[in-house]
Nanobody, 118 residues
């Protein structure tokens, strides 16, 4: 069973930036879609970025222009650059593999927390 492990979360001031990383224990080349999701307390988990094996990306309106997803298949890694963070971005961020444009795959990491203070 492949495992995903996120890192890079932390406490950041509003307007600041973070770079999240996700490393897989095995090859991610076979996964067409990889994505980042987030879940804030009391809210449902939502996708914030996805990327196909061909490099096509997708973002919801809430983060488009501020977040950038990328992947490095050779290093078995997925990244998420978060810029211009605001308090609404505070959540636990998860790496996901094997999903579609609209639904997550079965593989999840344990999450990395992002906290934004004014």
């Amino acid at each position: 069973q492949m495992r995903l492990e996120e890192s890079g979360g932390g406490l950041v001031q509003a307007g600041g930036s973070l770079r999240l990383s996700c490393v897989a224990s095995g090859s991610i080349s076979t996964y067409n879609n990889m994505a980042w999701y987030r879940q804030a307390p009391g809210k449902e988990r939502e996708m914030v970025a996805r990327i196909s094996s061909g490099g096509y990306t997708g973002y919801p309106d809430s983060v488009r222009g501020r977040f950038t997803i990328s992947r490095d298949n050779a290093k078995r890694m997925l990244f998420l650059q978060l810029n211009s963070l605001n308090r609404e971005d505070a959540a636990l961020y998860y790496c996901n593999a094997g999903g579609t444009k609209t639904t997550p795959g079965r593989l999840w990491g344990q999450g990395t927390p992002v906290t934004v203070h004014a």
